[in-house]
C-alpha cells in the first residue's frame, strides 16, 4: 500500500479493487466503533454504484461477524433517478437494499423516494439530514468527477440547498451504461434527486472509494487539477478526515 497527503486529501493506493474496499472496509468498522465509544448511534451515508460493491462486501461481513453492532447506525443515500417505477432494479434504492439495507439489522434506513412530487421529496430528505447530522459518508468518484449526482454543470461547491434536483450530463449516462446498470444510453433517466456538495463534506469523515481504470483521470483531476466545480470531486483536498481509497488501476495516472 502506497500513501501521500494532497492537500488536506489523504490518498491510499492498493494493488487491487479487493485488497482497497477490504482496507477501507476495515477503517471504517474501526471509525464507526471508534463514534460509538461516545455516540448512541452513527448516521452514515452510502453511494450505490458497481465501484462500492468489494467495500460494502466487507461491512456486510463484518457486521455478521459482530465487529460493528449495525442496531447503532441509521442508513442514507445519496441520490436517486427519478422516473423509475418503485422497486426498479436500476433504483440506487434497490441497489443498496441487494448490497447492504437488507442484509444487516440497521438501527434505521431512509430511502430517498421521488414519488410524483421530488421537490417534496428534496425538502422532507434535507429536514430529515438536518435532524440527523451525518458522521460518515462512504462514497465514489464518477467518470466526469462528479460526487453522488452533481455533475459538473450543476455542482456547487457553495450550494444553498441540502438535497435538489438535477439533470444529468452526457458522460455521467453513459458511465451508468458502462456500468451493467442500463442497456442503453436512452434508458438512463436524465434527472435525479441529490445530496448536494456542502452536505456531503458536512460529515466528519469522508472515505471515498474509486476503482478502475475508467476513473484514472478523475482521480488525476481530483487529486493534481484545479479545486473547481469542474471536477467537484476535487473538493475533498478541502476537506479534513476524507481518504480517498484507490487500486492500481484508477491511481495509474497519479
Known amino acids: 500500500m502506497k500513501e501521500f497527503k494532497k492537500d488536506s486529501l489523504t490518498v ?70 427519478i422516473g423509475l417505477p418503485d422497486g426498479a432494479p436500476q433504483r440506487f434504492s434497490s441497489f443498496l437494499k441487494n448490497a447492504i439495507f437488507d442484509r444487516l439489522p440497521f438501527k434505521s434506513v431512509n430511502l430517498i423516494t421521488p414519488g410524483v412530487c421530488p421537490e417534496d421529496e428534496c425538502r422532507r430528505y434535507a429536514k430529515l439530514l438536518a435532524e440527523n447530522p451525518c458522521d460518515i459518508v462512504c462514497m465514489g468518484i464518477g467518470e466526469n468527477g462528479h460526487i453522488a449526482f452533481n455533475d459538473p454543470h450543476v455542482a456547487d461547491f457553495n450550494d444553498p440547498k441540502a438535497v435538489k434536483i438535477v439533470t444529468l450530463d452526457e458522460r455521467c449516462r453513459e458511465q451508468q451504461v458502462h456500468d451493467g446498470c442500463f442497456p442503453s444510453f436512452d434508458d438512463v433517466p436524465s434527472s435525479a434527486i441529490t445530496l448536494t456538495i456542502p452536505t456531503l463534506i458536512s460529515a466528519s469523515h469522508v472515505f471515498c472509494m474509486v476503482p478502475s481504470s475508467s476513473k484514472a483521470e478523475a482521480v488525476k483531476r481530483t487529486v493534481h487539477g484545479d479545486i473547481s466545480e469542474q471536477c467537484p470531486a476535487s473538493i475533498l483536498r478541502r476537506k479534513t478526515g ?9 491511481a495509474q495516472l497519479l
Not at 476495515?26 to 453511494?47: D, G, H, P, Q, T
Not at 476524507?242 to 484508477?250: C, K, Q, R, V
Open 242 to 250: 476524507s481518504t480517498l481509497w484507490l487500486d492500481a488501476e484508477s
Open 12 to 81: 491510499k493506493i492498493f494493488s487491487t479493487r479487493e485488497e482497497m474496499g477490504h482496507a477501507a472496509a476495515e477503517a471504517c468498522i474501526s471509525k464507526i466503533n471508534e463514534l460509538l465509544v461516545n455516540k448512541s448511534s452513527v448516521n452514515m451515508i452510502f453511494a450505490a454504484a458497481p465501484s462500492q460493491r468489494e467495500f460494502l462486501s466487507a461491512l456486510v461481513s463484518a457486521g455478521r461477524d459482530g465487529r460493528v453492532d449495525f442496531t447503532k447506525v441509521n442508513a442514507f443515500h445519496m441520490d436517486e433517478y
